[in-house]
C-alpha cells in the first residue's frame, strides 16, 4: 500500500514540475503576442528600422557600428537601443477604444523593428510613437496583435523616441574634433561685442594671434595653444528635432551671439554659429542660461549644446594677455 502512495506522491511531483516548466515562460497576454525583449545566444549583431518606404541599419562590424554600412554610429545611442531591446517589458495593455483614437484616427505610421543576431532574426515589432503615455509609444508584435504601452525597468523616459530613421540621431554628437596640428586657422566672431573678436593662425607651426589687421603682439602664447587644444573635443547634447520650421526659420534668420569658423590644414572649413536659447519658466519665456542653440554650415539642423561645453571657446581677445 505505501508503494501505491509513494508511485502517487512521486507521478504528481512529476506533473507538477512539468507544469511548472510549461508556464514558467508563459505570458498573461500569450507569449507570441507579448514578448517584445529580444533574447540572443550572444549579441544583437544588427538591428533594423523602416518607416513609410525609408530604411535605417545599424549594424556592428568588427567592435564598431556603422549606419546603414557606412558612417560610424554613436556608442550612447547604440548602448541605449541595444539597452531597450534587450529589456524592454509590458507595461499595461491598450484597449482597442485607445487604439483607435490615438493612433487609427491620427494616421499614426508604426516604426517596424527587425533584430537580429548575425543572420538569425531574433525578433519583429512595431512602434506607434505616440504622446498618449508618458513612456511615448504603443507597440505590437504585429499589425493583428494586441497593443500594449511597453517600458524599460528603471528608466522613466520616452523609449519611442530611440526609434529613429534619421542617420543623424545614430551619429556621434561631435562638433569638432581637431588635434592642434590639424587646424590652419580659428576665427572667433563675438557678434554683439566685435572687440573682442579675434583670430588665430597656424604658421610654421606656431599659432599668433591676430585682430582683423595684422598679428598682435604682447599676448600670452601658451594661452593661444591651450585655446586651440579645446578644439579636440567639442560636443552637443542633443539634435532639436523637434522644433517647428517655422521656429527654425525664425531663428537663423537672427543673427547669432557667436560665430567660430575653422580651417583645417587639409583646407576644408566649418562654421558653427551660436543663438541664445528661449525656455518657459513661470509661464514666460525666458534665456536659458545653461544652454544655447548651435548650427554648423555642414547640417541643415539645429542643435542644443551646454554652455560648459563650448564655454571653454567662448573667449574674449583680451584672455589671451597676462594679468
Do not use: C
Amino acid at each position: 500500500m505505501s508503494k501505491i502512495y509513494f508511485r502517487i506522491g512521486f507521478l504528481f511531483i512529476l506533473v507538477i514540475l512539468f507544469l511548472l516548466i510549461l508556464f514558467r515562460n508563459r505570458s498573461p497576454f500569450g507569449k507570441d503576442n507579448s514578448s517584445f525583449a529580444s533574447e540572443p545566444k550572444d549579441e544583437i549583431t544588427k538591428i533594423e528600422f523602416s518607416e513609410k518606404g525609408k530604411r535605417l541599419t545599424l549594424e556592428k562590424k568588427d567592435e564598431d557600428w556603422v549606419i546603414n554600412g557606412k558612417s560610424e554610429a554613436r556608442k550612447s545611442g547604440i548602448q541605449f537601443i541595444l539597452r531597450i531591446l534587450k529589456e524592454i517589458k509590458i507595461k499595461s495593455p491598450v484597449s482597442q477604444e485607445l487604439f483607435e483614437n490615438e493612433i487609427i484616427s491620427k494616421n499614426i505610421i508604426p516604426v517596424k523593428v527587425k533584430v537580429y543576431e548575425k543572420r538569425r532574426l531574433l525578433k519583429t515589432f512595431l512602434v506607434y510613437k505616440t504622446s498618449s503615455n508618458a513612456y511615448g509609444n504603443i507597440m505590437k508584435i504585429k499589425e493583428n496583435s494586441k497593443p500594449f504601452i511597453v517600458y524599460l525597468p528603471g528608466y522613466e523616459g520616452n523609449i519611442g523616441s530611440g526609434f529613429i530613421l534619421n542617420e543623424l540621431f545614430w551619429e556621434p554628437y561631435t562638433i569638432f574634433n581637431l588635434l592642434p596640428s590639424e587646424i590652419a586657422s580659428v576665427s572667433f566672431e563675438n557678434l554683439s561685442d566685435t572687440a573682442a573678436s579675434f583670430s588665430i593662425i597656424n604658421s610654421g607651426h606656431n599659432f599668433y594671434l591676430k585682430d582683423a589687421q595684422a598679428k598682435e603682439s604682447g599676448y600670452d602664447s601658451s594661452l593661444v595653444i591651450r585655446y586651440v587644444s579645446y578644439f579636440a573635443f567639442v560636443p552637443f547634447e542633443s539634435w532639436d528635432f523637434e522644433m517647428g520650421e517655422a521656429d527654425k526659420k525664425s531663428i537663423e534668420a537672427q543673427p547669432p551671439m557667436y560665430r567660430i569658423t575653422v580651417v583645417t590644414s587639409s583646407g576644408s572649413k566649418s562654421v558653427l554659429s551660436l543663438w541664445g536659447m528661449m525656455i518657459a519658466k513661470n509661464g514666460m519665456k525666458t534665456l536659458d542660461s545653461d544652454r544655447l542653440l548651435g548650427k554648423t554650415d555642414a547640417k541643415d539642423e539645429l542643435f542644443i549644446l551646454r554652455y560648459f561645453d563650448i564655454d571653454p571657446l567662448i573667449k574674449k581677445r583680451s584672455y589671451f594677455y597676462k594679468r
